[in-house]
């Protein structure tokens, strides 16, 4: 028998002829040549995701972005156009540009009304947390314009706090009451009002809105820039409160019935009354209890001014 049988029947006998193997090889190869297959389609399938899907993602992305930065370059092109645009008469116009606050429409009396808006300047002082116990006790709101008068930072601020939480409206009146300086010029008062508003601010957490020029809108010292003064003080939004009744406490001879009788009568001839009062007064702390009681048993209500409080001026000499 030849070599090439022996062989043959060899490879017979183990049960794996010469066409099992290349069946086998043709079977890996198509496995094989799956698997690619799978494989390409699956890098494919993420190259298209890639370029069509998330590219397109991306593409938005940017372009919101740049409509953004668009916006916001506009944005800042027009405040910078509009504050060019924005002409100042006077220097002083241009100082404390935090000092300003919103202008809100005032509301007048009504007819029939019969209101009182206590006002108390020169506060704080030591009779300051007496006056408030008497007007909690009523259930009364009132008004209090701020005198620093060379008082510490914390005690003023202390004293400010106090008002404010209970209920009552803080008012800047004056740093210093020298006349003299604060009505030199626009800029000077500017600069005592300042002080005393930021420090309202910053014990309360909330710009004050109402003031009263110290001594009065009209008085011997400011005639020479009162008009200018209030127009710039109205321009950033703040409004000036006089007085329509003095009590006629700020007189140190005035007696308690005198103070009673002035402001009670003040206040029965009249349908809305804004009383001014010391806030350091003795009388006034004596008699306000009966100047209130007597007031409510004729019908009047108290109030505390408010941003909305259409207000009682004095005509600005010419």
Sequence with gaps: MGRKNQVYRRNNKRGYSRYDRDRHTIRN?????????????AVAGVLIWYFVFFDQ??????????????????????TESVASMQTYTNDYELLYPNMYVPKVEKVGAVTGEKSVYLTFNNAPSAQTDQLLDVLEQQNVKATFFIYCNENTVEYLTQEIQKIYQKGHTVGVLTDTYDYQTIYASVDNYLADFAKVFDLITQATGEKPTVFRFAGGSVNGYNKAIIKQLAAEMERRGFTYHDWSLDSGDSNKWTSGQQVYNTTVNGILNNGKTVVSMDNNSVATLEQLPAIIQKAKENGYVFQAINPATKPFTMDLPE
């Excluded at 190869?29 to 389609?41: E, K, P, Q, R």
């Design 57 to 78: 993602e991306q593409q938005q992305n940017q372009s919101n972005e740049s409509v953004s930065v668009v916006s916001a370059v506009e944005s800042l092109l027009e």
């Design 29 to 41: 190869i198509i496995l094989i040549v799956s698997i690619s297959a799978a494989v390409l389609a």
